[in-house]
């Protein structure tokens, strides 16, 4: 059973940067499509950022040019760089892992909370 732990939330002010680390427990990432999901208070889970096996990524529309993913697969570690961040970016950050061909989500961390203020 893969385990991912999710590091690096917190309190930022607004404009701030944060970046987030999801640490696997094993080496998935040749097979496995890594992702961040948020989710905020009373709203449902909305998918921020994907990297595929060949490194190409994908954001939602809201974190174009502000948020970037990327992995090491030495650490075992893919990360959420987060800058301009505002107060609508407040949730608590998911990391999860698809491993293929599965089209689901397989894996999922304990989620880390980001919280901005304005």
């Known amino acids: 059973q893969v385990q991912l732990v999710e590091s690096g939330g917190g309190s930022v002010q607004a404009g701030g940067s944060l970046t987030l680390s999801c640490t696997s427990s094993e080496n998935i990432f040749m097979v496995s499509v890594m992702g961040w999901f948020r989710q905020a208070p009373g709203e449902q889970r909305e998918l921020v950022a994907t990297i595929n096996v060949g490194g190409r990524t994908n954001y939602q529309d809201s974190v174009q040019g502000r948020f970037s993913i990327s992995r090491d697969g030495a650490k075992k570690q893919i990360y959420l760089l987060m800058n301009s961040l505002k107060p609508e970016d407040t949730a608590v950050y998911y990391c999860?892992?698809?491993?293929?061909?599965?089209?689901?989500?397989?894996?999922w961390g304990q989620g880390t909370q980001v919280t901005v203020s304005s």
């Open positions: 999860a892992a698809s491993k293929l061909p599965n089209n689901k989500w397989d894996y």
